[in-house]
């Protein structure tokens, strides 16, 4: 007898499953249910509509109804809302939301895959205003660019520092719109470190975007925003972006299981814990590779390998769960960033002993067109040199670098590993050492203490405590500007003026990207002194990290000029 297959959602995990389900069982009959008005769309380009990088909000939709059934054979049924599931019978309760009637239907295996919900604290007065909105699907962003237009609209505020609120942010900024982005937190773009963040922290800035941190919303007036601190920003229209919340209420009052982060759980087939009901996507409570702990993760392309996997489990075929890492990149302006795995903050959450590089290579041969500096970031587990995540900012492909990096922590790899790859290059491309080649040489060089390296997060407690500090800079690079009491000793003189460093006390070297202050010290090493430091991303990492805080805090300046070439 013929399966019948009920999926409750589309886009990335409803629709994927039941297009991998009719791929492997023709004679099935399977059902997708879905509240909205379409089933298939591209969630991640909402965003670019506003900016009419995408002209027709049309275009954002993948398929519709009448092709699913031509094209798989599957009955998708819009503007139906699953709104209760029998267990015990086996059936789902579903009201059309256009005729408002309810009915049943039986099932033998169901697929939920309800997604998350944007988050709108009903602590903040004003939340529920006609001038407050969200972005999860093509009606939201459609509405919110038509109630722009319509309303002559010059003024907007987003609200949440995350991969939604910058892509609108810059998608309105892009379309002329004057734009305040405002977070709670003292950066955006949680899944990156602080000091990485700087960047994008003035790249935002240079744009024309006013960025407001560590402060939050706490009422939205008809064109203001009240904010905790009492500051009132211009804003005729807000949306919000500070999370997604897992819609589990048809879950729970299931009696399914729910996990310990809020989503819900299921086994390694993505299977809740009724056995004839499988959950995937953003309501899904996934376990994480390197910390071993339950997390969520809302991202696309683990919610289309989950559809599989619960498809295929439902015919029998062997799969394998391998976690996840937490992949992703954005575009914002014209810098890109790119992050795979565990930041500072998670490791030390996690427990995990690390260690981590901060270089800053050029993206391509220095010779080429469009050669840029790529800040790059990789941490390591300490003793074992397994690699635990990396992030990289910059103007060129920081995608294929963290893609790389992100296979070699699907397979355990090591800075011995990273250090060997074999990776393609030509002068317009890369380095015939890649970026993650170079960040290899330099975690062992650390791992194995051939010398010692401080964060660039510690320059400032340096300068202030009067520590000696060695600029290996040429001195026309060094006159452009340089920390305040830094001593210029270049290079091409260091092994001239060594008598003037001393041996008494720590000696701190830096250059613009930190190779050249490396040959210094591996250079002082070998005549003795045993008590040097390379200041890891240098003076370019350093003129990064202090020059939002300056700008916003107005403290005293540890720099002379900053240099962001």
Not at 56 to 81: C, G, H, T, W
Not at 380 to 399: S, W
Not at 495 to 518: G, M, T, W
Request: hydrophobic fraction near 40%; charge should be negative; include cysteine.
């Amino acid at each position: 007898m013929a399966k019948r297959i009920l999926v409750v959602g589309g886009v990335a995990g409803g629709a994927s499953a039941a297009a991998r389900a009719r791929r492997l069982d023709e004679s099935a009959e399977i059902i997708i249910f879905e509240r909205g008005p379409h089933v298939s769309f591209s969630n991640c380009s909402l965003p670019f509509y506003l900016s009419g990088i995408v002209e027709d909000v049309e275009s954002l939709i993948l398929m519709n109804p009448e092709m699913f059934k031509a094209q798989y054979n599957i009955d998708v049924r819009v503007n139906n809302e699953v709104v209760k599931i029998n267990r015990d019978k086996k059936t789902i309760l579903v009201k059309d939301l256009i005729s408002g009637k309810e009915y049943e239907e039986a099932y033998d295996k169901l697929i939920l895959s309800p997604g998350a919900s944007p988050i709108r604290p009903g602590s903040i007065e004003g939340i529920n205003n006609e001038n407050v909105f969200t972005v999860r699907d093509v009606v939201d962003i459609d509405r919110l660019s038509t109630y722009i237009k319509e309303n002559n609209i010059r003024h907007v505020a987003v609200v949440g520092g995350g991969f939604i609120g910058l892509e609108v942010a810059e998608n309105l900024r892009l379309a002329g719109i004057n734009l305040t982005l405002i977070e709670a937190l003292d950066q955006v773009m949680a899944p990156f470190d602080y000091d990485m963040v700087q960047i994008l922290h003035k790249e935002i800035m240079d744009n024309g975007i006013e960025l407001i941190l560590s402060d939050a919303v706490k009422k939205i007036g008809e064109d203001y925003v009240e904010l905790q601190s009492g500051r009132r920003v211009k804003a005729e229209a807000v949306v919000m972006a500070i999370g997604v919340r897992p819609e589990t209420k048809l879950a729970q009052e299931a009696g399914l299981e729910i996990g310990e982060t809020g989503g819900i759980k299921v086994d390694h087939n993505y299977r809740t814990s009724d056995k004839d009901i499988y959950a995937v996507g953003d309501a899904i409570e996934v376990y994480n590779r390197l910390t071993h702990k339950p997390a969520r993760l809302a991202l696309a392309g683990p919610a289309q390998r989950q559809a599989r996997t619960a498809a295929d489990h439902i015919y029998n075929m062997p799969v394998r769960n391998n976690g996840v890492i937490g992949s992703s990149v954005i575009k914002v302006f014209d810098m890109n960033a790119a992050c795979t795995g565990l930041n500072e903050k998670q490791a030390r959450a996690a427990g995990i002993s690390y260690d981590f590089v901060y270089i800053i290579p050029q993206d391509k041969v220095g010779l080429m067109p469009n050669s840029n500096p790529l800040h790059f970031k990789l941490l390591f587990e300490v003793p074992t040199g397994k690699i635990l995540g990396a992030q990289a900012v910059g103007r060129g492909n920081v995608d294929k670098r963290i893609d790389v990096i992100a296979t070699l922590i699907m397979m355990d790899g090591t800075l011995e590993d990273l250090k060997e790859l074999e990776l393609c290059y030509a002068p317009m491309f890369g380095t015939a050492r890649d970026v993650v080649n170079h960040a290899a040489m330099v975690g062992l060089n650390i791992l194995n203490g051939v010398y010692k390296q401080v964060p660039v997060t510690k320059v400032r407690e340096l300068v202030e405590n009067n520590a000696y500090i060695i600029d290996v800079r040429e001195k026309d690079e060094y006159e452009e500007g340089h920390l305040i009491n830094a001593v210029n000793i270049p290079l091409s003189e260091l092994r001239d003026r060594v008598n003037e460093i001393p041996k008494d006390r720590p000696v701190y070297l830096h250059c613009r990207s930190s190779q050249r202050s490396y040959n210094a010290i591996m250079a002082l090493q070998h005549m003795g002194f045993d008590n040097v430091y390379n200041i890891s991303g240098s003076f370019l990492g350093i003129s990064y990290y202090e020059y939002f805080n300056d700008q916003v805090t107005g403290r005293k300046k540890i720099l002379t000029e900053y240099n962001f070439e």
